[in-house]
């Protein structure tokens, strides 16, 4: 069951949530000692898209008949282990907390993608916000000049602003460690500003006498929120030529290796929610082979965000959350792969003040049991990740069509928040 915590808990909860607004430009290693707590929250996703088996990551059963061709190793949390695959997250895994029992009731790619993004089933009359784009819509960074909402990564489904409205989309970067589309005109600094004279023109002709109705195109929001970014020295952080060449290589030559690389220099200029993606875990048939290359893009990288985000003191004021949209099944099948699994599956979160080292959840290591030790509901997870964002969970919002809906329905997991 999941904890029933007090509008009193939330408070707390919040206040404790809450900071100083960032600094910008991005702050320094010789500033750590001004952060942490004084910092206000950021979320990053690590987002597993394809549904990583729980198997062969970070809940391995080796030698039994489930188990597959992995074998488990130690990790720094005391008498926790995972797969073999992943050496070096196991090398950083106390920096987090570990959950085996999260459980959905979708099992099909877009509707789990949908689901593990909003803590929401999809429905037909309505589309849910993101946790991501409730984020920047409930607690906005002033000083960032660039998008607010990153994700790094050809993500089939990436996450949206639902009824909060388009522009809380994420600002989307295909190829990470370079700066992204539409960011540089294409034309000379001369031509651009009689272009842009031009439109004040025709935007002043049309707000005559319509000026409410103008205001709500948001047109001129947009254009002066384009301008400001374009310009400015907050885009350095989508470029990591500046990086040291053993860091990058720490981090791995891969689109998705470079995106948490880029991911950490966006959350030292303030950006409030990012999503790095790392496709391909679908693995219907040669399982084994499928997740061991996944693997060995996913363990480097990861393991050395953990350590980077720890040595420059972001940490504690970023939420990490490592996620797919659902598991593997227990059974092998004939193909050698292993099917959709939503009942009883991992992922990692930490940072932001949740516990540090925490095991919560287990499965059946023979898989005869479909559901988990402790289930883990999707929407109670993100009540507690909101909640740390110093967010009201519990909010209700007025959607376009008139319907009052909850940020998020679930409660907060008391045991997964330090100090509780």
Avoid at 68 to 89: F, H, K, R
Avoid at 172 to 187: D, H, S, W
Wanted: hydrophobic fraction near 35%.
């Amino acid at each position: 069951m999941s904890d029933q915590p007090s509008r009193r808990h939330f408070l707390r909860l919040m206040a404790s949530a809450c900071g100083l607004s960032f600094a910008v430009p991005g702050l320094d290693l010789r500033a750590a000692d001004q952060r942490g707590d004084e910092r206000a929250k950021s979320f990053l996703t690590i987002w597993l898209g394809g549904g990583p088996s729980q198997l062969e990551t970070w809940d391995p059963h080796p030698g039994t008949r489930i188990g597959g061709d992995v074998t488990a190793i130690p990790t720094t949390i005391p008498g926790v282990e995972i797969a073999n695959l992943y050496p070096q997250v196991a090398e950083q895994l106390h920096h987090v907390s570990l959950i085996r029992s999260l459980v959905s009731n979708e099992g099909d790619h877009e509707r789990a993608s949908y689901m593990l993004h909003t803590g929401y089933r999809p429905e037909p009359t309505l589309v849910h916000p993101s946790i991501g784009s409730i984020a920047i819509h409930e607690r906005p960074s002033d000083g960032v000049e660039i998008p607010q909402f990153v994700a790094l990564g050809a993500a089939e489904f990436p996450p949206r602003g639902g009824f909060l409205g388009d522009r809380f989309d994420a600002y989307r970067v295909f190829n990470p460690g370079e700066t992204g589309q539409n960011i540089k005109p294409l034309v000379s600094q001369e031509r651009q500003g009689r272009r842009l004279a031009n439109l004040e023109l025709i935007s002043k002709s049309f707000e005559r006498g319509r000026r409410a109705k103008a205001e709500q195109t948001l047109h001129q929001h947009t254009v002066d929120a384009a301008l400001r970014m374009m310009t400015s020295e907050q885009l350095k952080a989508f470029s990591i030529e500046s990086e040291p060449a053993e860091l990058r290589a720490a981090y791995g030559d891969s689109p998705f290796g470079r995106g948490c690389l880029v991911a950490r220099r966006l959350l030292e200029v303030g950006v409030r929610s990012i999503e790095v993606s790392l496709s391909g875990f679908d693995s219907h048939a040669n399982n084994h082979e499928v997740q061991a290359a996944r693997a060995r893009t996913l363990d480097p990288a990861l393991a050395t965000l953990l350590k980077d985000l720890v040595e420059r003191d972001l940490l504690q004021s970023t939420i990490v959350l490592v996620t797919g949209e659902f598991g593997r099944t227990p059974t092998i099948n004939p193909l050698g792969g292993r099917d959709h699994w939503p009942s009883g599956f991992s992922c990692l979160v930490g940072g932001g003040g949740l516990r540090k080292g925490g095991l919560i959840g287990a499965t059946d290591p023979h898989g005869d049991e479909t559901r988990p030790e402790d289930p883990i509901e999707v929407a109670d997870l993100y009540a507690t990740i909101l909640g740390r964002l110093g967010v009201d969970y519990e909010k209700e919002v007025i959607t376009p069509i008139g319907r009052p809906m909850k940020l998020c329905s679930g409660r907060p997991i008391e045991r997964l928040i330090a100090g509780t």
